[in-house]
Every structure is written in C-alpha cells, then in structure tokens.
C-alpha cells in the first residue's frame, strides 16, 4: 500500500505563488510518473503536470511558464511550483502515482492523494 500526503495549498491573491508537496509512503519499488492534476466546481478532473521516471516533463497549455513540477528522490516528494497564479487556477489539487510497483514483480496501481485546496482571489 503507498500513500500520499500532499500540503501547501491555501488562499493567495492573484500574481501570487504557492508551492505544493506530495510526499510518497509505503512499498514503492518503482513509480513511471508521478503528477498533479486539479479539479474546480463543476469541471471534469484535469492534468496540470506530469514528471516521468525518466525526468520528461508536460504540463497543461494554461499553466505552461508558470508552474513547475520537480522531486527529490530522497525524500519521495515532488512538487509544484506555481507563480503567477490566476483566479481560474482555483481548484483541489490532487498527486497522483502512475503506475506503482510495490515489488519487481507485482502488478502496477495508480494512487492519488487527498487533495489540497488552492484558491486565488481577484
């Protein structure tokens, strides 16, 4: 079982920046990627950034120059940096782990966390 605690959301003005954790617990062999995804009231969930296993980034056209995925292996954290934010940038932000080996041989499970709230006023 692997879980995923993600912090750092809250309230900020707009032009403002916020910096989301998801740290990673459990039996984690390998992860092929690990990202951020958001969902606001009434729309569908939606992906904001993703980092593979092999340091390949996407992210979402909206965010693009804005926002910035990493991690620190050592820790099992990755985060996301985000600037500038803007008031359609309002959403619960959830981590998700793609595909999770527990062992060599197991079969792969995605996880997602709990969800952080991130709200941008005007």
């Known amino acids: 079982q692997v879980q995923l605690v993600e912090s750092g959301g809250g309230l900020v003005q707009a032009g403002g920046s916020l910096r989301l954790s998801c740290a990673a617990s459990?039996?984690?062999?390998?992860?092929?990627?690990m990202g951020w995804y958001r969902q606001a009231p009434g729309k569908r969930r939606e992906s904001v950034a993703v980092?593979?296993?092999?340091?390949?980034?996407n992210y979402a056209d909206s965010v693009k120059g804005r926002f910035t995925i990493s991690r620190d292996n050592a820790k099992n954290t990755v985060y996301l940096q985000m600037n500038s934010l803007k008031p359609e940038d309002t959403a619960v932000y959830y981590c998700?782990?793609?595909?999770?080996?527990?062992?060599?041989?197991?079969?792969?499970?995605?996880?997602w966390g709990q969800g952080t709230q991130v709200t941008v006023s005007s």
């Open positions: 459990g039996s984690i062999f390998r992860v092929n990627a």
């Open positions: 980092l593979t296993s092999g340091g390949r980034t």
């Open positions: 998700n782990a793609d595909n999770v080996y527990s062992t060599r041989y197991s079969n792969p499970v995605d996880y």
